[in-house]
């Protein structure tokens, strides 16, 4: 796409500082990192979310995270390792082309997950459990 970000990269028109490449995968690092060393991994194709993705592009994806997860946690001593999606803007997506978040993570680093909610009951619970197994 001509005003995606991550496809100006992917077309050497931006640069980044690029992590693993593969024929159709590029992970690179984040420019506005959660902590030093939060990588971005992306399809070289344009696909706006996880949704649009071709099946046999995500093996090809799951392996570069894990290369690149492994690779985060040793090179910076890392205690942990996130890796996160946002799909469309109300999740937090920004730019509009399927990417992960892999965020090196250390004991004391003060981040937090986002806050949880309880259901009222069991019975609202199997009402949701419901509507979500009928659209499958």
């Known amino acids: 796409m001509e005003n995606c970000i991550f496809c100006q990269i992917v077309q050497g028109k931006i640069p980044c500082h690029k992590i693993y490449e593969s024929d159709h995968v590029l992970a690179f ?3 506005a990192p959660v902590n ?13 979310t996880i949704f649009e993705l071709p099946l ?3 093996q090809e ?12 946690l040793s090179a910076l001593n890392a205690d942990g390792l996130n890796i996160g999606m946002n799909n469309y803007e109300a999740a937090g997506q ?10 090196p993570r250390y004991k004391e680093d003060g981040l937090k997950l ?8 069991a019975q609202e619970m199997e009402q949701f ?3 979500i197994k009928a659209r499958i």
């Open 114 to 121: 986002w806050g949880q909610h309880e259901y009222t009951d």
């Open 61 to 72: 994806l799951i392996l570069a995270m894990q290369k690149v997860g492994k690779s985060i």
């Open 94 to 103: 920004v730019v509009h082309h399927a990417h992960w978040h892999l965020i």
């Open 129 to 131: 459990a419901q509507k």
């Open 56 to 58: 046999e592009l995500g």
């Open 36 to 48: 030093k060393g939060h990588t971005l991994i992306i399809s070289r194709e344009h696909y706006p």
């Open 29 to 31: 690092l984040d420019i």
